[in-house]
C-alpha cells in the first residue's frame, strides 16, 4: 500500500507494523506529529497498544523501559531537549539490556533557542549503548524503524532512529507500507528470555559487585559486535522480502573515485546530485552515505576508504573543542592503516541549527578537498559569515 | 531458584541482563524495621458525626455496590426513619464529609432516602427479638419515642407507645410540613415499627387519659419522650389576643389538614426551623406572609438550606427587629409596633445579644401574628415529687437514665437538641440503656455505634489521610426539586430524589474514609512483597510478613483512605 506521508507520520507508521505494544512519549517540536499519528493510530484500533502519556521525557523513557521490562515491545520518540532530559536513562535501557526502540528527530540544541535540524542532540548519545541509524528519506524512516525491533531483539540493545527535523519530519513523500502479514513474518512477536514474570521471579537491576560489572560491559560490547552481522542481516532480509536495502553504509559512484565525501542524513540526497554532475564534469568524486553510526562498521568504513586520496567528512555538528563528530570517529578507525592507504581526512562543519545545505556549498567543499593543504584539514566551516 | 550466594567464574555464565539469578527471600529485610504498617479500619468523620449512630460510609458503599437491601438492613440497625432523615435531617455528616475537599460533599442524606425509598412500600422482613418478658411504656409517638420503642422491640422486650395526637409522629407529624416530608413517607415508616410489633395508643395524654404512676406501676420502665409542646410567648404589649398565635400550633392544624384560623397577611416572629416552617406553609395557603428577626441571617437557627429556600420563594426577612406592641383598632390588629435592634456583646448561647435601639420604632402592617420564638416543654404529665426535681427538662445522661426509679427520658424533653435525627439517637441509646438494666449488664462505652463500627478503634479520618491520587474531582450530585414557581402553590415535596444513575454515580464518589474495600494497593506497592492477601478470613483481608517489611511506609502512603497506620517497633 503507498501512502503520502511525512517523515514523522513514517515512523509512527513503523511502530504500527512493528507492532510495538506500549508507546510511551512525551511531545516536543518537531517530534510531536509522530506521537500524534501513533495516538490516532492506537484511538483508532489501528494498533493493540497501550499509549502512555507520561510528564517529561525521562518518564517517557522509563516507561517503556518498564514495559519492556515486562516483556512488551515498546515505542517512542524525541527530540534535542528532550533526548538530553532522557539521558540517563539511555544508559539505563542499554545497560539494562532492553530492545527499546525510539525516533529521535534531529534538531539544534539550545540556547539559542532553534527547533531546526542539527545533529548535536542524537551525537551526544553516542557513549550510551545504543544503536544509532541515521536516516535520508521517509521510505528509509518506515524501513528503519522496522528493521530496527528486528536487531535491537537479536543482540538485546536498544535502537534510535535518526531524521532531520522538517527535511524529513515534516516534508511528504510517496511511502510503501509493508502488508501486515509480511512484516509479522519478518518481525514475529517479542520473546524475551527473562523478564518480569511472576512464574521465574527475578530482581532487575539491583546491585553489581566489582567482581562482576567489567563482564557485564564486555558482553555489552560482544552484543555490539554481533549486532554488526544483526543489522547487515536484517536488511538484507528485508530487502529479500520487500524490495528494499540500504546498507548500514552506502557507496555511491565511487568506484576508481580519487576523493570522497562522506554524509549522514538528508545532507546526504543532496550530495547525490552534486556528485553526478561533478563526475559529469570530469571530477573523480564518490560519496560514502553513513547509515550507522553504532556500532561503528570500522571494516566497512577501512575498505571504502583506503588508498583514496583525499576524504571529506560533512559534519553537520559540532563537538566543540575538537570538531565534527563524524569525521572523528573515521580518523579513528582509519589510523591504524598503512600510511600509503591511509588518505587525509577534512573536517567541513555544516548546515547547524537547520541552515541549508545546498548544492553551491557541496560543490565548493568538493573543490576544496582537491586544492586545501592537508596541514588545514581540521574544522572547516562551510557558509561561515565571516 | 538458589538460596545460595552464586559465585561466577566467567562472563559466559552471566545472565542477559543485571537480574538476580538467586532468590532474594535470603535477604531478610525486616531487619531494618523501626515501625510497621497495621492495617486498622477506623470510624469515618461523616458516622461520627451522626447524631442517630448511622454507619454511613457502610450503607453509602453498599448502595456504590448496589447491595440496597443490605444498606438497609444496616440502616435498621440504627433508625427505622431513613426515609424521614433522608429528607428533613440537617446531614451534620455532609458537614464534616472529607469529600468536601474534593468536588463536594456526598450527598448522604439522598442516599439514604434513595434506599428507604426503594423499600418503602415492601420492606425487607424484619424479626424482633425474642421476647424477654419484659414491657416498656414510651410517652410520645414523637423521632425519639418511636425510635426507642422499635429498638426495644429488636432487642426482645414489649413496648407501648402512648400518643396525645389522633395521629401518631409527634413533631414528625404535626411539626414538618408536608412539603419537606410527605405523610405517606412517615406513614410508611411508622408502619414499618408496628409491623416489628410496637403496640401505639393514640388519643391518650399521660397525665389526663392515664397517670404517670399508673405506667410505673404496671410497666418494667417508662421512657419519657414528650419533646417541645409549649411555645415561648412573644412577651410584647397585648400578645394575649386570639390573632397571636403559637407557630407549632399553626402548623399541627396545617399538618392535620385543619383550617390554619390565621389572617391574609401574617407576621412570623423568630428564626428557627418552626418560623421557616411555619412561614413557607402558609405562603402556600395563600397568605402573604413575612418574615421578622431580632438578629442576622449568621445568627438564624434555622437549616440554612431551609432559610435559602424561604427566600427563593420571595418571603421577606427583616433582620434586627423585633416586636414591641400590637395595634389593634376596634380590637382588629391593623398592624405591630417594632424596635429596630443592634448586636451587643455574645450571650449564653455564643451568639451576639440584640440590643433595641431606642426611638427607632417603626409599624410593620399585619393582621395576625405568629410566634415561632422557641418552644419549650410541658412537664405536668409528672407527678409532683418528681416535677418538683425538674427544670424546663428531665434531667437525663446520654443514654436517657434519669435520678427516678424506672423512668428514662430523651429526645428535647431532655437535651432540647431540636432535630428529628438527635432525638432518633437519644431514643436508641436509652433503648440499649433499658436493654443493659433489663439484662443486668453494663453499657459499652461505644454503645452510640452502629454495631458494624464497634470493633473499630481509630476514629475521623481527617482529609489529609485520604490519597486524592486515587479519586477523580468529581461533583456533587443533586436530585432536581420543585420551580418556585409550582412549589408555593402546593404542600407537594420540593425535593425530588436521586435516580438509580444518580444513586450509582453519587455513592461511588465515597471515598470510604477508613474502610477497607480490598483495593490491593498496600499489596500491590509493597516492595518487598511483604503483604500477602489473605484468604478465607471475613476480619483479616491481608497479612504483613513482618520477617521483609522494612517500615518503609509506601503501603500507608498508598493506602486510598487511611486504613493503614504506622506503629514504631518497640
Not at chain 1, 40 to 65: R, T, W, Y
Not at chain 2, 97 to 103: A, E, P, Q, Y
Not at chain 2, 254 to 270: A, E, Q, R, S
Request: aromatic content about 8%.
Amino acid at each position: 500500500m503507498q501512502k503520502v506521508l511525512t517523515g514523522n507520520q513514517s515512523a509512527a507508521w513503523g511502530a504500527m507494523c512493528a507492532k510495538a505494544q506500549v508507546v510511551s512519549a512525551y511531545p516536543i517540536t518537531p517530534q510531536t506529529t509522530i506521537i500524534e499519528e501513533l495516538a490516532d493510530i492506537v484511538a483508532k484500533g489501528l494498533l493493540d497498544a497501550k499509549f502512555i502519556k507520561v510528564e517529561s521525557e525521562h518518564s517517557a523513557m522509563a516507561g517503556c523501559i518498564g514495559a519492556q521490562a515486562a516483556g512488551a515491545r515498546t515505542f517512542t520518540a524525541t527530540s534535542s531537549q528532550g533526548l538530553a532530559l532522557m539521558h540517563e536513562l539511555l544508559h539505563w535501557a542499554a545497560l539494562a539490556r532492553l530492545p527499546v526502540v525510539m525516533a529521535n528527530v534531529n534538531r539544534a540544541m539550545a540556547p539559542g533557542w532553534s527547533i531546526w535540524t542539527d545533529q548535536n542532540d542524537s551525537l551526544a548519545q553516542r557513549d550510551t549503548g545504543w544503536l544509532q541509524f541515521y536516516c535520508e528519506s521517509n521510505q528509509e524512516v518506515l524501513d528503519t524503524t522496522i528493521q530496527a525491533y528486528k536487531i535491537a531483539e537479536a543482540v538485546n540493545l536498544p535502537v534510535m532512529l535518526i531524521l532531520d527535523a522538517f527535511f524529513l519530519s515534516h516534508t511528504y513523500e510517496a511511502v510503501d507500507i509493508p502488508g501486515q502479514e509480511a512484516t509479522s513474518k519478518y518481525l514475529p512477536p517479542y520473546k524475551p528470555s527473562i523478564y518480569l514474570n511472576v512464574d521465574d521471579p527475578h530482581a532487575f537491576g539491583g546491585i553489581v559487585p566489582q567482581d562482576i560489572y567489567m563482564e557485564f560491559r564486555y558482553k555489552m560490547q560482544l552484543a555490539m559486535d554481533e549486532a554488526l552481522i544483526a543489522a547487515d542481516k536484517a536488511d538484507d532480509d528485508f530487502k529479500a522480502m520487500f524490495g528494499r536495502g540500504y546498507g548500514v553504509v552506502e557507496e555511491y559512484r565511487l568506484d576508481g573515485a580519487d576523493y570522497v565525501l562522506v554524509t549522514s542524513g538528508t545532507v546526504t540526497s543532496t550530495t547525490r546530485t552534486v556528485i553526478d554532475d561533478l563526475q559529469e564534469k570530469g571530477h573523480s568524486v564518490g560519496l560514502l552515505k553513513m547509515k550507522m553510526l553504532r556500532p561503528f562498521p570500522a571494516e566497512k568504513v577501512r575498505k571504502i576508504l583506503s588508498g583514496r586520496k583525499r576524504v571529506a567528512v560533512l559534519d553537520r555538528n559540532i563537538s566543540v573543542g575538537m570538531g565534527g563528530v563524524w569525521s572523528q570517529e573515521i580518523r579513528s578507525v582509519m589510523y591504524h592503516l598503512p600510511e600509503d592507504q591511509r588518505p587525509p581526512i577534512y573536517d567541513y562543519i555544516v548546515g547547524l541549527g537547520g541552515r541549508d545545505v545546498t548544492p553551491e556549498f557541496i560543490e565548493e567543499i568538493a573543490l576544496d578537498l582537491e586544492k586545501r593543504p592537508v596541514k588545514d584539514c581540521d574544522q572547516v566551516w562551510i557558509g561561515l559569515k565571516e | 531458584m538458589s538460596q545460595k550466594p552464586i559465585i561466577y567464574k566467567s562472563w559466559r555464565e552471566l545472565p542477559l541482563m543485571t537480574a538476580s539469578m538467586g532468590d532474594t527471600t535470603v535477604n531478610k529485610t525486616g531487619s531494618w524495621r523501626n515501625v510497621e504498617p497495621h492495617h486498622v479500619e477506623q470510624v469515618a468523620p461523616c458516622s461520627l458525626r451522626c447524631p442517630a449512630g448511622n454507619d454511613v460510609v457502610g450503607f453509602v458503599t453498599l448502595a456504590a455496590a448496589g447491595k440496597l437491601e443490605e444498606a438497609w438492613h444496616l440502616l435498621a440497625e440504627t433508625t427505622p426513619f431513613p426515609g424521614t432523615c433522608g429528607r428533613v435531617c440537617p446531614h451534620p455528616c455532609e458537614t464534616e464529609c472529607n469529600r468536601d475537599h474534593l468536588g463536594g460533599a456526598i450527598n448522604i442524606h439522598s442516599v439514604e432516602r434513595y434506599i428507604a425509598d426503594y423499600f418503602m412500600d415492601k420492606p425487607p422482613e424484619q424479626k424482633p427479638g425474642t421476647f424477654s418478658g419484659k414491657h416498656v411504656a414510651v410517652i410520645g409517638s414523637g423521632p425519639a419515642g418511636l425510635s426507642c420503642a422499635y429498638h426495644l422491640k429488636r432487642f426482645g422486650h414489649a413496648a407501648t407507645v402512648f400518643e396525645a395526637h389522633s395521629k401518631a409522629g409527634g413533631m414528625l407529624r404535626v411539626g414538618i410540613p408536608d412539603y419537606r416530608l410527605p405523610p405517606e413517607v412517615l406513614d410508611a415508616e411508622i408502619r414499618r415499627i408496628i409491623d416489628l410489633g410496637v403496640e401505639i395508643i393514640t388519643g391518650s395524654r399521660v397525665g389526663k387519659d392515664v397517670s404517670f404512676d399508673q405506667l410505673v406501676h404496671k410497666f418494667d420502665a417508662v421512657f419519657a419522650a414528650v419533646g417541645f409542646t409549649n411555645s415561648r410567648p412573644l412577651g410584647a404589649e397585648g400578645d394575649d389576643g386570639d390573632d397571636v398565635v403559637p407557630g407549632i400550633e399553626v402548623l399541627r392544624k396545617i399538618n392535620l389538614g385543619m383550617d390554619d384560623g390565621v389572617g391574609n397577611k401574617p407576621l412570623v416572629v423568630g428564626g428557627g426551623n418552626t418560623a421557616m416552617d411555619v412561614a413557607r406553609s402558609l405562603l402556600r395557603k395563600g397568605k402573604d406572609v413575612s418574615v421578622i428577626y431580632r438578629r442576622t441571617r449568621y445568627e438564624m437557627p434555622a437549616i440554612a438550606e431551609e432559610i435559602d429556600e424561604l427566600l427563593a420563594e420571595g418571603i421577606e426577612i427583616t433582620f434586627l427587629a423585633t416586636p414591641v406592641e400590637v395595634l389593634r383598632e376596634n380590637g382588629k390588629m391593623t398592624g405591630v409596633k417594632c424596635i429596630r435592634m443592634k448586636l451587643g456583646e455574645p450571650d449564653a448561647s455564643g451568639r451576639r445579644r440584640p440590643v433595641p435601639i431606642e426611638g427607632s420604632e417603626y409599624v410593620i402592617e399585619a393582621d395576625c401574628v405568629i410566634t415561632a420564638i422557641g418552644e419549650t416543654t410541658d412537664l405536668e404529665f409528672l407527678p409532683d415529687d418528681i416535677r418538683a426535681k425538674t427544670s424546663w427538662n428531665i434531667p437525663a445522661d446520654e443514654l436517657g437514665r434519669t435520678a427516678f426509679d424506672k423512668l428514662y427520658a430523651g429526645g428535647d424533653v431532655a437535651d432540647g437538641a431540636g432535630t428529628v435525627t438527635a432525638a432518633i439517637g437519644y431514643g436508641r441509646r436509652a433503648a440499649i440503656a433499658i436493654d443493659a438494666a433489663f439484662r443486668g449488664k453494663p453499657v459499652a462505652d461505644n454503645a452510640a455505634m452502629s454495631p458494624s463500627l464497634r470493633e473499630r478503634t481509630g476514629y475521623a479520618i481527617p482529609f489529609e489521610e485520604i490519597n486524592t491520587a486515587y479519586f477523580e474531582d468529581l461533583p456533587r450530585s443533586e436530585p432536581g426539586s420543585l420551580k418556585v414557581s409550582e412549589r408555593i402553590k402546593t404542600l407537594d415535596e420540593v425535593h425530588q430524589g436521586f435516580s438509580e444513575a444518580d444513586l450509582e454515580k453519587e455513592a461511588k464518589r465515597c471515598f470510604s474514609c477508613g474502610t477497607c474495600p480490598a483495593c490491593d494497593n498496600c499489596y500491590i506497592f509493597c516492595p518487598d512483597a511483604a503483604i500477602s492477601k489473605v484468604k478465607d478470613d471475613k476480619n483479616k483481608l491481608y497479612l504483613v510478613d513482618i520477617e521483609y517489611c522494612k517500615g518503609c511506609g509506601i503501603c500507608a502512603a498508598e493506602c486510598p483512605r487511611g486504613c493503614i497506620v504506622m506503629k514504631a517497633v518497640r
